[in-house]
């Protein structure tokens, strides 16, 4: 069973601040894949971010990147001179192929409000 | 455009009535999968079908069901017997080995069923 943990469930930045929003995910596969999405208030899934388990390099997209540490199984979304539109629901995601079948499994997620 | 296209938006439902909501993807993605989603909370796996007339239950499937009849189709019926399915409801699709990144997993803009 994988599990993804994302412990903040608020943060507050300042319009033009970076901020971290943390992510850990516990899994026993070699291979998997890691996704950040943004939620705004709409309910759209918005796709930011993907990182691969062999991807040596950490993965960036435009003002997102990802810190992702293998090791301690983390993998926090950093967004750089964050922008009053960043204002969301936060959700990190894993990716787990089992033979066949590819499922993604959500954390709680974190609401990010940006001020001025 | 390709995309996912859910129906109705917007849901109501008395208790003791089975509703369906729709799903339809011109993707040409081989999987789909259904999420729910509850307040301030994460997205949790229902069904997912990863080719046509088959399908697996994911985490909370109790007091659902769905069926595969065409690539392009993964309806979701919510039945009496689903204790508390006021909630919102999120379809997306993939290739079937789940993608990456941009390439990876598409989400409808989903439907919020409400129970009077």
């Known amino acids: 069973a994988q599990k993804i943990t994302q412990t903040q469930p608020g943060m507050f930045v300042q319009e033009k601040e970076a901020v971290t929003l943390d992510c850990t995910y516990d899994?026993?596969?070699?291979?998997?894949?890691l996704f950040w999405y943004k939620q705004p208030s709409s309910g759209e899934m918005i796709f930011l971010i993907y990182?691969?388990?062999?991807?040596?390099q950490n993965a960036t997209e435009g003002r997102y990147s990802l810190n992702f540490q293998k090791a301690r199984k983390s993998a926090n979304l950093v967004i750089s001179a964050s922008q009053l539109g960043d204002s969301a629901m936060y959700f990190c995601?894993?990716?787990?192929?089992?033979?066949?079948?590819?499922?993604?499994?959500f954390g709680t997620g974190t609401r990010l409000q940006v001020t001025l | 455009d390709g995309g996912i296209t859910q129906s109705p938006k917007y849901l109501f439902r008395k208790e003791g009535q089975n509703v369906t909501l729709s799903c339809e993807q011109n993707?040409?993605?081989?999987?789909m999968y259904w999420y729910r989603q509850d307040p301030g909370q994460g997205l949790r796996l229902i069904y997912y079908?990863?080719?046509?007339?088959?399908?697996q239950k994911g985490d909370i499937a109790e007091g659902y069901s769905v069926s595969r009849e065409k690539k392009e189709s993964f309806p979701l019926t919510v039945t009496s017997a689903q204790k508390n399915p006021t909630a919102f409801y999120l379809c997306?699709?993939?290739?079937?080995?789940?993608?990456?990144?941009?390439?990876?997993?598409?989400f409808g803009s989903g439907t919020r069923l409400t129970v009077v």
């Open positions: 997306a699709s993939s290739m079937v080995w789940g993608g990456t990144g941009h390439n990876g997993y598409t």
């Open positions: 899994t026993s596969d070699q291979s998997y894949g």
């Open positions: 990182q691969g388990s062999y991807d040596e």
């Open positions: 995601a894993m990716r787990e192929l089992t033979g066949t079948a590819s499922k993604l499994t």
């Open positions: 993707l040409n993605h081989d999987a």
């Open positions: 079908s990863q080719i046509v007339n088959d399908f």
